[in-house]
């Protein structure tokens, strides 16, 4: 049988690794270690790092903005507030605000980190400096995170296939709204919107695709919606999106968290469905994947506060080139069932 050199990530497992091998043994899936270089490695405890003295508060993401870092806190009910935790030690409360709807979604445009409250229509602009409340100008769009195309923000609007856009490196002013109900197959919601380089870290040469809750995809080329050369380049059709904004950023390329599989929005636009199902980033952990997804779907969308599909997130490890996926409850491979612990 063909063996993978490497074992697989912490709490996880590799199905691309062989159960039974004449050859040397594989570790199908272990616990508590980590894959260094062809060797495993016990997985040390975590560093406390920052601690705040809020109570009633509970942390939602944690965002970077150059050499700063901030952790955001919610009350779950509508209460927000801004830690700098850049330094190690107790946070510094930065700025605090008021607005309804689940924790916000996060994007970076013109040297800004835009924070977007879904249901009250509400964002937040830091700028490095000064922070500022409803910069834009939004006509029946609640945002609900976005992106940065060609010099212009592009915002998801909640709860609709509408999505609307700003003027040219514009951080502030009206944003012209854009539907695209009549050109999808069936009733969806706008989930994710994102820009596809074509050749790796060349923005020059880019398109724009936008993802639906059930897993329609629709790309763009040109220079913005209202110009001549505006065109629906491609569309397609893959499992459905977990949430709102499941997506990990890496290498210049969008790795896209379905229902079923992670999928490289740029192997898709390029190769098709069927090769990046089967042949790309997410084909080791297809199985597992699935099984994770599918355990907290059955659970329903909301465990607990901190404990739904909602609060599966990843990042890229630039040291190590891969990407770790954070679910708030470990998911137990041999019965299905979500138990204690956090799984990486």
Not at 100 to 125: D, H, K, M, T, W
């Amino acid at each position: 049988m063909a063996s993978i050199p490497l074992a697989p990530p912490y709490r996880g497992q590799s199905d691309q690794l062989p159960v039974i091998s004449t050859q040397w043994p594989f570790c199908e899936r272990m616990q508590n270690f980590n894959n260094l270089d062809s060797f495993v490695k016990l997985r040390q405890g975590n560093d406390l790092w920052a601690t705040i003295t809020d109570s009633g508060y509970i942390a939602l993401s944690l965002n970077s903005y150059g050499s700063e870092l901030f952790l955001l806190l919610g009350t779950g009910l509508g209460d927000w507030r801004w830690y700098d935790v850049t330094a190690s030690g107790t946070g510094t409360l930065d700025h605090s605000d008021t607005a309804s709807g689940p924790a916000p979604a996060v994007f970076y445009f013109n040297s800004n980190i835009i924070y977007c409250f879904a249901q009250s229509g509400r964002v937040e602009l830091y700028n490095g400096t000064t922070w500022t409340s409803d910069p834009y100008t939004f006509s029946s769009l609640s945002p609900y995170g976005g992106t940065e195309f060609k010099k212009r923000a592009y915002f998801i609007g909640y709860n609709t296939a509408t999505y609307g856009y700003s003027g040219i490196s514009s951080i502030a002013g009206a944003v012209t709204n854009v539907d695209l109900a009549a050109l999808i197959t069936s009733k969806a919601s706008l989930y994710l919107i994102r820009p596809i380089s074509l050749t790796q870290n060349l923005t020059a040469e880019s398109v724009l695709a936008f993802i639906f809750s059930s897993g329609e995809i629709l790309v763009y080329g040109g220079s913005y919606p209202d110009s001549p050369t505006w065109t629906l380049l491609s569309t397609f059709k893959v499992s459905k999106p977990i949430k709102y904004n499941a997506y990990v950023e890496a290498k210049g390329d969008t790795f896209l968290f379905t229902q079923s599989e992670i999928l490289s929005l740029r192997n898709l636009f390029i190769s098709g469905y069927d090769n990046e199902r089967d042949k790309g980033i997410g084909a080791a952990i297809k199985k597992r994947w699935r099984q994770c997804i599918q355990a907290y779907i059955n659970a329903g969308a909301v465990i607990g506060l901190l404990t739904g599909l909602n609060f599966i997130k990843g990042v890229y490890d630039e040291k190590n080139d891969r990407i770790i996926i954070s679910m708030p409850k470990y998911v137990d491979p041999d019965t299905g069932a979500i138990v204690a612990g956090v799984a990486f």
